[in-house]
């Protein structure tokens, strides 16, 4: 009986949802997140049903270093595309509280236009301490975002460790922010990251800064010249603009749109979708696995006796995960 009252609330769930309801979207990603085993049960259950309805929107990774302006910067293109007629999420990964798991960034507070706006929804993620900065379930809302008919998905990302290269393993663009430098103009540049971007921009080109960004945004072309890009259909291009004056922002998502016109072309944009999606699935069989091991008492106190082997020295790392193995059989 409760099982069918629960794929009752399931469905009813899924239809508000496809009906654009922004509390049933809340609702559905609440329960993406939750750690209940029921109530995860539920989530896949309802992401499975939501699948034929997800798919076309943009998705698109935003990255950059503590400062560079992330959220400005989300708050004047997402208002932008709003006035070009489009839906658009924000999903922006927290950190999280040590002590309660939550998000400690007040997302709307930091996108004062967007948050204003009927079409617009912003979900801060919190991470609870995966990939370095990437919620474990920022894949489910962003299909569930799809699904209530947001056309654009901005992904947040706190900018450090793993973090990048997740996003950019679940979107189709990555935008890499940068500031103008002070002389050192390539002192922030990590190899890694300019090779995941499809575009990098150089924020706050504005007033005394213009001619710094303009200084800035040629040594990271010349930098890009030596790197290889993702794709040989498209080579990152590197442009300014002032998120606090909104120049340059129309300039930006022009870019995101040629590249979806490139990869289209070429193969390039089905073909990355299909490696994301086999991607996420080793990921959440990862997470499963590891929940498995968290979770069954029985399992849970032999992991902790071959710790303290390990610990101890009577027992390899090899063998050791060999045995931890075959308590998952």
Not at 13 to 30: K, N
Not at 134 to 141: D, G, I, L, Q
Request: one cysteine or more; proline letters at 3%.
């Amino acid at each position: 009986m409760v099982e069918k009252k629960a794929s009752q609330d399931i469905n009813s769930l899924a239809r508000d949802l496809r009906a654009g309801s922004r509390a049933a979207l809340a609702r559905a990603i609440t329960l993406v997140e939750s750690r209940r085993g029921d109530h995860q049960a539920l989530a896949r259950d309802l992401v499975q049903m939501l699948l034929p309805d997800t798919g076309k929107a943009f998705r698109v990774g935003i990255t950059g270093s503590p400062g560079v302006g992330k959220s400005t910067t989300i708050d004047a293109l997402g208002t932008y595309l709003i006035g070009q007629g489009n839906k658009v999420a924000v999903l922006a990964v927290d950190p999280s509280s040590a002590r309660s798991g939550g998000s400690i960034l007040g997302d709307k507070t930091r996108m004062a236009q967007l948050s204003a706006s009927d079409h617009a929804f912003i979900r801060p993620s919190p991470t609870s301490g995966t990939l370095g900065g990437v919620a474990a379930k920022t894949r489910e809302a962003m299909l569930l975002c799809e699904a209530a008919g947001f056309d654009v998905v901005l992904v947040e990302t706190v900018g450090i460790g793993q973090s990048e290269t997740a996003v950019c393993d679940m979107t189709d663009f990555f935008l890499a922010l940068m500031l103008p430098g002070g002389g050192d103009e390539l002192q922030g540049i990590k190899k890694g990251l300019v090779e995941l971007a499809d575009m990098i921009a150089i924020n706050k080109a504005d007033g005394d800064n213009l001619k710094r960004a303009n200084v800035t945004a040629a040594d990271y072309r010349g930098a890009l010249h030596i790197l290889s890009p993702r794709s040989e259909h498209w080579h990152p291009p590197v442009e300014t603009y002032s998120a606090l004056t909104g120049d340059g922002i129309a300039k930006i998502w022009q870019k995101v749109l040629d590249h979806r016109k490139a990869m289209n072309a070429s193969g390039d944009f089905a073909a990355r979708r299909r490696e994301q999606q086999v991607k996420w699935m080793w990921s959440m069989l990862e997470q499963r696995m590891l929940a498995r091991l968290r979770s069954e008492a029985s399992v849970r106190t032999r992991v902790k006796k071959i710790e303290a082997e390990v610990a101890e020295g009577h027992l390899t790392p090899a063998l050791a995960a060999e045995q931890i193995l075959e308590l998952l059989q």
